[in-house]
C-alpha cells in the first residue's frame, strides 16, 4: 500500500500529506456501516456514485441496501472475468488460449456466476437486455476483443492487481481499486515499451475521447501508479460497444489518455475532499437521514439508473 509521503512528495513532484491536509481537512475516520463496521476503503465507484448522489451512496454503504445487479453489470464482468482469464493464462503459463478455449471459460464462467447470483438477489434482467441476448453479446463481445483489441494492447505485466493507498499517514481508511491489466506498449516513435493501464469495458455508449481525459477512474489509477513511483504514462479504455437501438453491430475501439502531474494531485485533492464530505453529511444528518439528492433533470435521478428511486423522497418516494 502507497501512502502520499513528504518523501513521495519530493520524488514525484506530489504535494505532501501536510500540504494537502493543509487545503483539505482528511478526516481520519470514515462513517461506520449499519452493522456498526467502519468503511474501510473509498474506490472510484464509491466516489462517483457519492458525486452524482449522497442519498444514493448513504443507502448503499451505509444502510447496506443492495439490489440485484442488472444485465449489463452482469455482461461487462463475465467479459471482463473471461479477457483476465486469458491474461492470467499467458502470464502464468505463457501459452495463450485459443478463441475457442477462452469462449469455453467464458461459458463456464457465466454459468457458475449465474447460479452464484440465483443464490443471492438474482440479476435483475431487463426486456431490452434478456439474459440469452446478454450471453450471445458476450461471446461476439470476446471474438472481438480477440481479434481488434488484444493484438494492440501490448505485452501483459499484472492482471487484476490490487492498487491501495492512502492520502496521509495515520488514516484508517484507504484508497482502493482493482487494475484489469497492466501491460508494457511500444512507443510509436522509438519502439520503447511504455508502461499503461488498461480497463475493459462493455457499453452502450463507449467513451469519447473528451470524456476519457475526464474520467476519474483513469485519474485515480494512474495516481495511484505515481505513488508508488512506477508510474504508467497511460491509461487505455478497451472498449466493446454493445448493438442497441443507436447501433445495429457491435464494435470495439481502443481510447488513451494522460494525465499531467497537475491533475494527478487534483484527481487525490477531489477524493480527500468527497471523503470530508461524507464526514459532514454524516455528522449533520446521521445515517438515518436524507444526505441530498441528485439533479432531477439529470440521468441518474431515474427509476432505470438508481435502484432507489422507488423510496427516495428526492424521486419517487413522496
Known amino acids: 500500500m502507497s501512502t502520499l509521503t513528504a518523501a513521495s512528495a519530493s520524488t514525484l513532484g506530489a504535494v505532501s500529506a501536510g500540504a494537502l491536509a493543509a487545503r483539505i481537512a482528511v478526516p481520519r475516520r470514515l462513517p461506520a456501516r449499519y452493522d456498526g463496521q467502519p468503511l474501510r476503503h473509498l474506490s472510484h465507484s464509491s466516489y462517483t456514485k457519492f458525486l452524482l448522489c449522497p442519498e444514493d451512496w448513504r443507502r448503499h454503504y451505509l444502510l447496506g441496501e443492495r439490489i ?3 444485465g449489463a453489470m452482469f455482461l ?8 483476465s ?7 502464468e503459463r505463457g501459452d495463450p488460449l485459443a478463441l475457442e478455449q477462452l469462449k469455453d471459460a467464458y461459458r463456464d464462467q457465466w454459468a457458475r456466476q ?8 438474482g440479476v435483475d434482467w431487463h426486456d431490452e437486455l434478456g439474459e440469452q441476448q446478454a450471453f450471445r453479446i458476450g461471446l461476439d463481445a470476446i471474438e472481438l476483443a480477440f481479434a481488434e483489441l488484444i493484438p494492440h494492447i501490448g505485452r501483459p505485466v499484472a492482471v487484476q492487481r490490487k492498487l491501495e493507498f492512502a492520502l496521509a499517514p495515520g488514516l484508517d481508511w484507504t484508497v482502493q481499486g482493482y487494475l484489469d491489466l497492466e501491460a508494457l506498449r511500444p512507443e510509436q516513435t522509438d519502439g520503447e515499451p511504455v508502461a499503461a493501464i488498461v480497463d475493459f469495458k462493455v457499453k452502450a455508449t463507449p467513451l469519447s475521447q473528451a470524456r476519457a481525459d475526464h474520467d476519474a477512474q483513469a485519474s485515480l489509477y494512474l495516481a495511484g501508479r505515481w505513488l508508488e513511483r512506477d508510474p504508467a504514462r497511460e491509461f487505455w479504455f478497451a472498449q466493446i460497444a454493445k448493438p442497441g437501438l443507436r447501433r445495429k453491430q457491435i464494435s470495439a475501439s481502443l481510447v488513451s489518455t494522460t494525465r499531467t502531474s497537475g491533475q494527478l494531485r487534483g484527481a487525490l485533492a477531489r477524493i480527500a475532499q468527497a471523503a470530508s464530505q461524507i464526514v459532514g453529511c454524516y455528522e449533520r444528518f446521521g445515517p438515518d437521514r436524507p444526505w441530498g439528492f441528485a439533479d432531477p433533470s439529470g440521468w441518474k435521478c431515474s427509476a432505470r439508473y438508481c435502484s432507489h428511486h422507488r423510496v427516495c423522497p428526492g424521486g419517487g418516494g413522496l
Open 68 to 70: 440485484a445487479p442488472s
Open 76 to 83: 461487462g464482468s463475465r467479459v471482463d472475468e473471461a479477457l
Open 85 to 91: 482469464t486469458y491474461y492470467r493464462q499467458l502470464l
Open 114 to 121: 449465474l447460479a452464484a447470483e440465483h443464490d443471492k438477489l
